[in-house]
C-alpha cells in the first residue's frame, strides 16, 4: 500500500541505533519516511527545520530550531512546530500519510494533521525517565486515545497497557542477526581503541544514563583488577562525573553502529547492568538479542522482559550476585557454553527486525484502508 510516514521521535536519528532506526528504515524501503526531531535551541527570530544528514535511501529527518528554552513540545513551540511542519507537508507533496510518534510530548503537533492512520509505537514508559516533563502523563493517555493502532516494545509494557487500547499489540525489540553474528566472523576486526585493553574483557553498549546500576560497575572493577570493562555508548541525563572511575574501567563514548560486532568480537562476557527501578520496570533491552547473535556469555539484571530468557543468560540483582555471576561466565565449561549458544542461535532465528515490520505493517494497511472506505 503506498503511504508516506510521518514520524515525531524523542530520540535524535544520528543517536544510539536503536528501535526507531531498526524500524523506520525497513519502512524506507517501500514508504517515503519523514523523521522530525525534538526541537534544539537557536536564537532566532525564524523557526526553522534543520535538514539532519541520512544515509538511509529514503528516510528524511529534521530537526525544528527555535527559541525553545526546553527541548519538547510545549508553550509556543507548538504553533511554531505546527507551521513547520505543515510547511514541509507542502513542500514534500506529503499527501498521504500516517502519522507516527514515539513521543507523545508531540501529539498537539499531529493533531493538527490529517494522517491516514495514527500509530504511537510506545518502547518505553517515558514518563519515569529523568527530567520527564510535567506534561508528559497527560499526552500519554491522549495519545493512547488518539491513536488508531498501538505498538509496544516489550512484553510487560504490552499487560500495563492493554487495559488502555483495543487495537494493542507487542511488537518486541528484534535483531539484525547477520549484523551482530559478523562478531563471530574471522574477518572481523576489533577497532583499535579496543585492541590496546587486556583480557579478559566484560562489555556494554547502549545509552549510559539514570537506568545504569552504577554500583555494579564499581562491583566489577573493584573486585577484580584483572577483568576490564568496556563502556561503549553515549552519557545522556547524567554527568560522567557520577559514573565509577577505575583504571579498569573504559567509557569509549558513541561509536558508529558498523564497529559494534568488532567491539564485541574482542568481549569475553557482554554486560545488561541496568538497575532496577520505575524507569526499567518497563524496559525491553535491545541489546540482548544483538549480544545473543554474537555468542557471548551474558549476565544481566532480572529485568521483567529478560525472565524469558534466564536459560541462556545469567541473572544478578545485586552486585555481589553480578560479579558472581560475571565468575562464572568466565569459568564456564565448554559444554554449558555450547549450551548457551545452541538455545541464543535458536531464539535469534525466531525473530527478526523484517518480520516485526511486516506485522506491523499489516496492521498499519488494515487501518488505511479500513479509512479510505468510510470516506
Known sequence: MTY????????????????????????????????????????????HLEAVPSTVDNVFVFRPRLRASYPFYVGEQIESISALTQALLERERIRHYVGWLYTPMALPVLESCAPAARVFDCMDELSAFRFAPAELIARDRATMRWADVVFTGGRSLYEARRPLHDNLHCFPSSVDAAHFGAARAETTREPGVQRAVPRPRLGYFGVIDERMDYAILAALAQSHKEWQTVVVGPFAKVNPVEAPQSPNLHYFGQQAYADLPGFLKGWDVALIPFARSEATRYLSPTKVLEYMAADLPIVATPLPDLLPYRSAILLADTPATFVAACEQALNAPAAQRTAWAAEMRATVAATSWEATVRGMETLIDRVVSRRATRE
Open 4 to 47: 508516506d510516514i510521518l514520524c515525531f521521535s524523542h530520540l535524535r536519528w544520528d543517536g544510539v541505533f536503536q528501535r526507531p532506526q531498526h524500524v523506520l528504515s525497513r519502512f524506507a524501503r517501500t514508504h517515503r519516511v519523514f523523521i522530525v526531531e525534538e526541537p534544539e535551541y537557536e536564537d532566532t527570530a525564524t523557526p
